[in-house]
């Protein structure tokens, strides 16, 4: 009800909080109509549609407009997910009148949402799908009926709720599995366990990867800001590229995204072309520096431990003097927690990394209660430092890149 455009529907979601209660905020704020599961408001004058559920509502909504955009791409996997879907976009932008999901917007509210507002032009969406249990994604793929469905990694991410890593396959396969024969899945060569999900469809297969795979990374290398510079081996040919966004592990991520547009029917200069200019939602290796001349790594958005290497390593690839990483706990692991927190000093250490934690005991460093702390404890910053950021969402670490950043990007 905050940030409702001009003309809209308002959409009162029943969760934690009852959206009813800001059906008169909304419509004060310009909301053209809204639905409701209760009576019409009296005071509010606006046109309500009344309905069973309104979130049952919303996606029954995203499914009918879904109708009317020619090619839908499903993006899913524990790690990558929103890099890839916003690299794809990118790739596909050239070509095609491009919609994509914004941010990290992957439940059953985003995907309806993300299909909703689309323009009416769209020809292509790319919406990222994410689950926190079995059925999560067969559903968002009854609504965005998926024509080429991605599947980056499967990690320990949310095995707290899912049980082990493999159960977490079976569920990112329900995106694979929801492909009609004439659609396509893009999977990770590199990952046996995405690999694997190849025996859930009769769709084309595409695979990925660094130096491997139908679409192939080669050559990679990284300049002092960490854009990934490398040559790209497709069916369709080979092309040198530069990235405008950071980490090793991007350049794979594009690898992805040129195997989707290419299935899309975009030209290789084309995919080429958009993600020379690609840009990455925010908290996601992005790269800045502070007044003094240090470098922060803000790449807080989430975190599990796949993410956390592949961040560190990224860390390691820079050229400075000393490197801190600053850590908020991994949330959400269950019974692996204490194993898996432990490793990721291990690594930082191996790698000349000094870690600090924040309100993150299992790490088993020194430890901050809060990014106030955190602040402090860093100390000056200049030239020769570099500081990583990464954390689950609840660890916030974010808000430390602006006290150390001063506003100053």
């Known amino acids: 009800s905050r940030a409702v455009p001009a003309g809209s529907l308002f959409v009162p979601v029943v969760a934690e909080r009852d959206g009813h209660v800001f059906i008169a905020a909304a419509v004060e704020a310009g909301a053209g109509a809204y639905l409701t599961q209760q009576a019409p408001l009296d005071d509010v004058a606006a046109p309500a549609v009344r309905v069973a559920d309104t979130s049952a509502a919303l996606s029954a ?3 009918h407009v879904r109708g009317r955009i020619p090619t839908v791409i499903g993006v899913t996997g524990s790690v990558g997910k929103t890099s890839v879907k916003d690299l794809a976009a990118a790739a596909l932008s050239v070509r095609h009148r491009t919609a994509a999901s914004y941010r990290s917007f992957n439940n059953d509210l985003g995907v309806p949402l993300t299909l909703l507002n689309a323009p009416g032009d769209t020809e292509v969406a790319v919406i990222e799908m994410g689950a926190r249990g079995y059925g999560h994604i067969a559903r968002l793929c009854e609504v965005a009926r998926p024509d080429i469905a991605v ?35 893009v999977l990770k060569e590199t ?44 069916p369709e040919g080979v092309i040198s590229l530069q990235l405008t966004v950071h980490g090793r592990h991007n350049a794979e991520n594009a690898a992805a995204a040129v195997a989707v547009a290419l299935l899309a029917g975009s030209s290789l200069d084309d995919a080429a072309e958009g993600l ?50 600053v850590l908020g706990v991994l949330a959400e692991l269950g019974a692996i927690a204490e194993d898996e927190h432990p490793a990721i000093p291990r690594l930082a250490h191996d790698l000349g990394i000094e870690v600090l934690a924040v ?21 000056t910053l200049g030239p020769g430092d570099a500081v990583l950021l990464k954390g689950s969402r609840v660890a916030g670490l974010e808000r430390l890149a602006d006290l150390l950043l001063d506003d100053d990007t």
């Open 61 to 63: 909504l995203g499914s």
């Open 151 to 185: 599947v980056t990694a499967v990690a320990h991410a949310h095995t707290e709720l899912f049980g082990t890593i493999d159960d977490v396959a079976e569920a990112k396969a329900e995106l694979v599995q929801a492909l009609r024969a004439d659609g396509a899945a």
């Open 191 to 234: 990952d046996e366990r995405v690999k694997a999900m190849a025996r859930h469809t009769n769709a084309d297969i595409v695979t990925y990867g660094i130096d491997r795979g139908d679409v192939r990374v080669t050559e990679l290398h990284l300049d002092g800001h960490l854009r990934p510079r490398f040559r790209l081996v497709t």
């Open 276 to 325: 020379s200019r690609a840009q990455m939602s925010p908290f996601r290796m992005a790269l800045h520096t502070t007044p003094a001349g240090a470098i922060v790594v803000n790449d807080a958005y989430n975190a599990n431990p796949e993410s956390m290497r592949a961040a560190l390593r990224s860390l390691a690839d820079l050229e400075c003097e000393r490197r801190t990483a």
């Open 359 to 379: 309100d993150a005991p299992l790490y088993g460093v020194a430890t901050v209660p809060d990014v106030d702390a955190a602040a402090e404890r860093l100390g």
